[in-house]
């Protein structure tokens, strides 16, 4: 951080509060030249990962061993002040620098089960079941 440094923290306990509390997160990486940024869910278990429908699939697959980013962004509130160039945000946000790599499904399913019981706690048991297809 520059402009203001002493705001920031920079310890495993306050990233982690962060990405368990964010919903989406956006993953960027490069494949094929090209760059993409894509939303995706934010975290549901410690293994960060990108799950992606079969268009995409075949560009992260490309970018395995390539460096990649996820950011997440919390928005805490908006502070208003008498000029508006003076209105400002409070946030607390993740940068987080990697390198891509592939996930076995088991942990895929693992993270999904996670992430659906983070939105609505009892639902994985509720709703149909992921297939190996799906």
């Known amino acids: 951080m520059v402009r203001e440094p002493h705001r920031g923290a920079y310890d495993r306990e306050t990233i982690d509060k962060i990405l368990d509390e964010g919903y989406v997160c956006h993953v960027g990486f ?21 799950s992606t429908a ?5 560009c992260c697959a490309t970018s395995v061993g390539n460096s990649c980013l996820r ?7 908006f502070v208003l ?3 508006v160039f003076n209105h400002s945000m409070n946030y ?3 940068v987080a ?3 891509a790599t592939l996930v076995d499904a088991p942990k895929r399913a693992e993270a999904l089960r ?7 706690s009892g ?12």
């Open 92 to 94: 607390r946000s993740v």
């Open 54 to 58: 079969p268009p995409l699939a075949a």
């Open 81 to 83: 002040a008498r000029s």
């Open 97 to 99: 620098l990697g390198k």
């Open 123 to 134: 639902r994985w048991n509720d709703a149909r079941q992921p297939t190996e297809k799906n």
């Open 30 to 50: 490069t494949a094929d030249g090209q760059t993409y940024v894509i939303p995706r869910f934010s975290r549901a278990i410690a293994t960060r990962f990108i």
């Open 114 to 120: 996670a992430f659906t019981e983070k939105i609505i």
């Open 71 to 77: 950011h997440v962004t919390l928005t805490d509130g």
